[in-house]
C-alpha cells in the first residue's frame, strides 16, 4: 500500500492524498473499507466504504483521493485497507503515515470584516503567507440574493510572499440581509487558500 506523493507517507491538513494498493484474494471480493486512525489520540478519524467499485472481483488496483480535513490535527496516524470475500475472508494491511502542514501552500489568518455606517463599504483585513509569491486575491460577497467578486492583484500584493491584506470594497449595491465575504488567494503555481467569515448588512 502506498500513501501520498511518491510513497512519501505523508499527507497534509486540507489537502487532497492518494492511497493506492494491489488487492488479490482467491475468491471474489465483496468488500473494500479504508480506516484511518490516529496513533496518539488526535481527533481525526475517516472510515470509508468502496466496496460498490471493487466488488465482484479476485483482484483490484485500489486507488483513492480523499481528503484531509482542514480541522485535522498534525500527528501520527495509521491507515488500514481492510478487503472481504464472499465467504468472509478478509485480508487486512496498515500502514503508519504522518499528517503534516505544508508550509508552501498560502494561508490566511485573522480575516476580520467590518461594514461602515453608510452600509456601502466592506473593510477587510487579514495576514497572509505565500511562499511561492501570490498571484492574485479574491473577495466574493453572496448572500441575500446578491453577489459580487473584487479582485485584489496590485503590486503591492502581487508577487508578494507575505502580506498584511488591508483594504476595502464597495457593498453599495448589496440589498440588506446576511452575507458571506469569501477570501481567495491563489499563488503563481495555482495552489489556493480560502477563508470564509460573515457580516450582517441593516
Known amino acids: ?4 506523493e511518491n510513497n512519501s507517507a505523508e499527507a497534509h491538513i486540507g489537502a487532497p492524498v492518494t492511497v493506492s494498493a494491489n488487492i488479490a484474494l482467491d475468491e471474489n471480493i465483496e468488500s473494500v473499507v479504508m480506516k484511518i ?3 496518539e489520540g488526535e481527533s ?4 470509508q466504504n468502496y466496496s460498490h467499485l471493487y466488488a465482484g472481483n479476485k483482484t483490484a488496483k485500489f486507488q483513492e483521493t480523499i481528503e484531509v480535513p482542514a480541522d485535522a490535527e498534525v500527528g501520527n496516524y495509521e491507515l488500514i485497507l481492510t478487503a472481504t470475500s464472499e465467504n468472509d475472508v478478509v485480508e487486512e494491511t496498515t500502514t503508519p503515515f504522518r499528517v503534516s502542514i ?4 498560502p494561508s490566511i489568518t485573522d480575516l476580520e470584516v467590518g461594514l461602515n455606517n453608510a452600509g456601502n463599504d466592506l473593510h477587510l483585513e487579514a495576514h497572509i ?3 511561492k ?3 492574485q486575491i479574491t473577495l466574493t460577497v453572496k448572500g441575500a440574493g446578491w453577489i459580487k467578486d473584487t479582485k485584489f492583484d496590485q503590486d503591492h500584493i502581487k508577487g508578494q510572499t507575505h502580506v498584511h ?3 476595502h470594497a464597495d457593498v453599495d449595491a448589496a440589498p440588506a440581509g446576511n452575507y458571506q465575504a469569501i477570501l481567495l488567494v491563489e499563488d503563481e503555481e495555482g495552489r489556493k487558500a480560502v ?8
Do not use: L
Not at 500500500?1 to 501520498?4: A, D, K, R, S, V
Not at 481525526?44 to 472510515?47: A, D, P, S
Not at 505544508?102 to 501552500?105: C, K, P
Open 165 to 167: 491584506f488591508h483594504e
Open 37 to 39: 486512525v490516529s496513533t
Open 1 to 4: 500500500m502506498e500513501i501520498g
Open 133 to 135: 509569491k501570490i498571484k
Open 44 to 47: 481525526w478519524e475517516f472510515t
Open 129 to 131: 503567507d505565500a511562499a
Open 102 to 105: 505544508d508550509s508552501t501552500v
Open 195 to 202: 477563508a470564509t467569515t460573515g457580516f450582517v448588512k441593516n
